[in-house]
T-cell receptor
Framework: NAGVTQTPKFQVLKTGQSMTLQCAQD?????MYWYRQDPGMGLRLIYY???????DKGEVPNGYNVSRLNKREFSLRLESAAPSQTSVYFC???????????FGDGTRLSIL | QQQVKQSPQSLIVQKGGISIINCAYE??????FPWYQQFPGKGPALLIA?????SEKKEGRFTISFNKSAKQFSLHIMDSQPGDSATYFC????????????FGTGTRLKVLA
């Protein structure tokens, strides 16, 4: 049982480049989330999808877009990467809104 | 009002000792309080969670204590082991149907052998 799978695991971009981070879950969960993790700041919600076909902004959505491709997949896109977006990005899923969230192992993104 | 304040930032405990991590919140609408454990290079994993209708929940060596009047909750790790060395995050969320966890800033625990 893979749980939540994120690709790629590592990526280095130059300022201004675009990139899509992929996330897939095999737990038949309705809700999916994207977080970023920065030292000393915990995890901050970027966007979430309560159910297939819906997306909403979280705490730090600026500079990002998301797509809920189907029930399994939720992607995060950086249209024009900036050094401030250097971070570790985590995808998570949960059965419903206020239920335990299950995390992937993250994508480590560096923007030069 | 949306913040969850976590302390200490780091903690060193001898093997066999008790590790205690504290979190405080202000929003009385929060009604679900999970703790996550994260090892280097891995994603956070749910460790234990509590709702405010109980004051304590125990799972093995891990216990959450919840003080509703003080708006505080804490994680106790009994008989701490080197394998418990990880970063621990508390979180809070409110209301059924909500989708937003508010995470604390994390505590890096090191258990000395």
């Amino acid at each position: 049982n893979a749980g939540v799978t994120q690709t790629p695991k590592f990526q280095v971009l130059k300022t201004g480049q675009s990139m899509t981070l992929q996330c897939a879950q095999d737990m038949n969960h309705n809700s999916m989330y994207w977080y970023r993790q920065d030292p000393g700041m915990g995890l901050r919600l970027i966007y979430y999808s309560a159910s297939e076909g819906t997306t909403d902004k979280g705490e730090v959505p600026n500079g990002y877009n998301v797509s809920r491709l189907n029930k399994r997949e939720f992607s995060l896109r950086l249209e024009s990467a900036a050094p401030s977006q250097t971070s570790v990005y985590f995808c998570a899923s949960s059965a419903q809104g206020n239920q335990p969230q299950h995390f992937g192992d993250g994508t480590r993104l560096s923007i030069l | 009002q949306q913040q969850v304040k976590q302390s200490p930032q780091s903690l060193i405990v001898q093997k066999g000792g008790i590790s205690i991590i504290n979190c405080a919140y202000e929003n009385t609408a929060f009604d679900y309080f999970p703790w996550y454990q994260q090892f280097p290079g891995k994603g956070p994993a749910l460790l234990i969670a509590i709702r405010p209708d109980v004051s304590e929940k125990k799972e093995g060596r891990f216990t959450i204590s919840f003080n509703k009047s003080a708006k505080q909750f804490s994680l106790h790790i009994m008989d701490s082991q080197p394998g418990d060395s990880a970063t621990y995050f508390c979180a809070a969320s409110r209301g059924s149907g909500t989708y937003k966890y508010i995470f604390g800033t994390g505590t890096r625990l090191k258990v000395l052998a």
